[in-house]
């Protein structure tokens, strides 16, 4: 399996960017984003079920991203509104052979793939 993330970018405050995760290999059950900040740990973004549902955020994000899956295509997208300079970090796409992050789970998923820099300036 490989994924690879694009559309990282600099941008001020309150613009948008869009994340795209391109997977081979096989379909995988489930897939999101991680992130990591400088001088910190890496952290659960948002993911989402092969069916498009199963979707769960973090309360960082709540609101402001929404993560959505092109099954056919084998594409992820992270749609990120209302950027805040602490959304600044490397993005990491990931996925696994089943939900890695539900209300009652977590683990780190099984795939990662190299990741792409976001920069938000106040």
């Known amino acids: 399996v490989q994924l690879q993330a694009s559309g990282g970018g600099s941008v001020q405050t309150g613009d948008s960017l869009r994340l795209i995760c391109a997977a081979s290999?096989?379909?995988?059950?489930?897939m999101g984003w991680f992130r990591q900040a400088p001088g910190k740990e890496r952290e659960f973004v948002a993911s989402a079920g092969v069916s498009g549902g199963d979707i769960y955020y973090a309360d960082s994000v709540k609101g402001r991203f929404t993560i959505s899956r092109d099954i056919a295509h084998d594409r992820m997208y992270l749609q990120m509104n209302s950027l805040k300079p602490e959304d600044t970090a490397v993005y990491y796409c990931?996925?696994?052979?089943?939900?890695?992050?539900?209300?009652?789970?977590?683990?780190?998923?099984?795939?990662w793939g190299k990741g792409t820099q976001v920069t938000v300036s106040s």
């Open positions: 290999g096989q379909t995988l059950y489930g």
């Open positions: 990931v996925g696994d052979l089943s939900l890695f992050y539900t209300e009652n789970h977590s683990q780190y998923p099984l795939y």
